[in-house]
């Protein structure tokens, strides 16, 4: 699967390329237009006069990563301080037709150099979308630096109530993989989520937690309304369509699996990479199994990473039944969790969880958490210990050592959660029970 005819730098989207493997080269060229930021800018130095910007984006910024080796796989901490080394997450950032802005603000609050950031911009949206949001992200100069935030530039569907939605976060979660050798978690955003805590608060805390936790929720209790909907036989247009169509539904019903145990769950986790390998690159047939099953089921996104996961004898108690994402149901049968509002601030603070859905574009309540729990300004990255401008607005146009954190209140709170969710018990007396 090797490019021969692979350009000079060593760019780290070329995966990308690698993956879509195109016939000609005029469509290879259009698909890494479309999907980096950095092959926008490579290619511009094709088509028209060179950048003089453009040798510095062959690697990462020094000053962020002082203790990477140039290869870009080893990262040793030579610091004496006694917290062990930051994680990296890899976070995909989903979004619709008219999403951009909400990526883009999901973007900001999240960000840290270290992490890697996959937006998808699915094909209910324009092309022109796609190519503005991977302008915007251009125009951002720590992005260039850190070389961590890429846009899919060949999207998928991915319908919710069907179950194209698992192909295409599979898709980004192997492109991910492709991407950085370097990350621990993944964690699939959606442009109506938002960060609770900092990603300093986040990293720190994850720094300590043994890096094989998958946090998942998940049950084997099938209500009736499940019941029927994991009887029903639906066909989804997003496989096989190329244009935007309703879901198709069988009139007959089928029996539900015996060869496993079928979970139900949140479609929001953050799952470890190597979980995300067994279930892309594995060697054990049961993740395709299950991919190929559940494609005929409605909305069985929050089936197939629970499903997978406890049927796993190797991964069955590396799980904790809890996403960390704070949501609420207006009714228990609901499918989509209810808009939150500021009349959540304090209860979902309360809950120490390190994300929360669903926010309407620009909530007021968004600015709220912006304002006290992340300390950015509207337009800004959220700051962390990386910052070492003058404060104000402008501490991220400087920056130093990205693996410098610097944890906050958020981070007690995130800790707690996690406490009681691994005390006296409760972690293995809730994990995939059968019953
Ligand atoms: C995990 O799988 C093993 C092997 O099949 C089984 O003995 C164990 O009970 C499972 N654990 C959980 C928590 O399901
Ligand atoms: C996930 O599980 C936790 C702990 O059981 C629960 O508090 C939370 O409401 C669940 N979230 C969803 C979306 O069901
Ligand atoms: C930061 O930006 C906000 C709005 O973008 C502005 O209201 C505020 O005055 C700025 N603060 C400083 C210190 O420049
Ligand atoms: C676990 O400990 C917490 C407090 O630390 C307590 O509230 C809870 O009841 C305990 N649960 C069990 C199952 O012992």
Same mark, same amino acid.
Request: with cysteine; proline share 7%.
């Given at each position: ?43 511009? %130095?094709? %088509? %028209? ?15 962020? !990563?002082?203790?990477?080796?140039? =290869? ?45 950031? $996959? ?89 300590? $937690?043994?890096?094989?936790?998958? !946090? ?46 079928? !979970?139900?769950?949140?479609? &929001? ?5 190597? &979980?995300?390998?067994?279930?892309? $690159?594995?060697?054990?047939? &049961? ?28 991964? =069955? ?5 809890? =996403? ?112």
């Amino acid at each position: 699967m090797q490019n021969s005819h692979s350009p000079q730098p060593p760019l780290p989207i070329l995966p990308i390329n690698t993956i879509s493997t195109p016939k000609d080269s005029k469509t290879a060229l259009y698909i890494i237009l479309a999907a980096s930021l950095l092959s926008l800018f490579f290619f511009f %130095s094709l %088509s %028209s006069s060179p950048s003089p910007t453009s040798p510095t984006l062959t690697r990462p910024d020094p000053f962020l !990563f002082p203790h990477r080796q140039i =290869n870009n796989v080893l990262v040793t901490n030579t610091d004496p301080s006694s917290d062990p080394t930051p994680p990296s997450i890899a976070y995909l950032i989903s979004g619709s037709a008219g999403d951009s802005g909400r990526i883009l603000r999901l973007l900001f609050a999240s960000y840290h150099p270290r992490n890697h950031y $996959l937006l998808h911009l699915d094909l209910t949206a324009p092309q022109t979308d796609r190519d503005a949001l991977a302008l915007a992200v251009q125009s951002v100069s720590i992005f260039k630096a850190a070389q961590n935030v890429d846009v899919i530039g060949k999207a998928d569907f991915a319908y919710t109530k069907g179950s194209s939605i698992i192909s295409s976060t599979l898709h980004g979660a192997s492109i991910l993989l492709r991407l950085s050798q370097n990350w621990d978690w993944f964690v699939n955003l959606n442009a109506a989520d938002y960060p609770l805590v900092t990603q300093d608060d986040l990293l720190h805390i994850l720094s300590f $937690l043994p890096k094989h936790l998958n !946090f998942l929720n998940h049950s084997s209790y099938i209500g009736w309304r499940e019941f029927r909907r994991l009887r029903t036989i639906i066909v989804d247009p997003g496989l096989y369509l190329s244009e935007k169509t309703a879901m198709f539904y069988a009139t007959q019903k089928r029996e539900l699996p015996n060869a496993f145990q079928l !979970f139900t769950g949140s479609s &929001f986790s953050i799952l470890s990479r190597n &979980f995300i390998e067994f279930c892309i $690159l594995g060697t054990d047939n &049961f993740p395709r199994t299950l991919l190929m099953y559940l494609s005929n089921t409605p909305s069985s996104f929050s089936n197939y990473f629970p499903t997978v996961l406890c049927n796993s004898h190797k991964y =069955n108690r590396t799980v904790i039944n809890h =996403n960390l994402l704070y949501a609420t149901f207006d009714k228990p049968s609901n499918e989509e969790p209810r808009l939150l509002s500021s009349n959540d601030y304090e209860a979902m603070i309360q809950s120490g969880a390190a994300f929360a859905t669903r926010f309407q574009l620009d909530d007021p309540v968004l600015d709220r958490i912006d304002q006290e729990i992340l300390g950015r300004s509207s337009g800004s990255i959220v700051p962390g210990g990386w910052c070492v401008g003058e404060s104000g607005n402008h501490t991220c146009s400087v920056w130093g050592d990205a693996s410098v954190l610097r944890p906050g209140l958020g981070a007690r709170r995130l800790e707690k959660r996690i406490v009681e969710s691994l005390s006296n018990g409760t972690y293995q007396s809730h994990q995939c029970i059968v019953g």
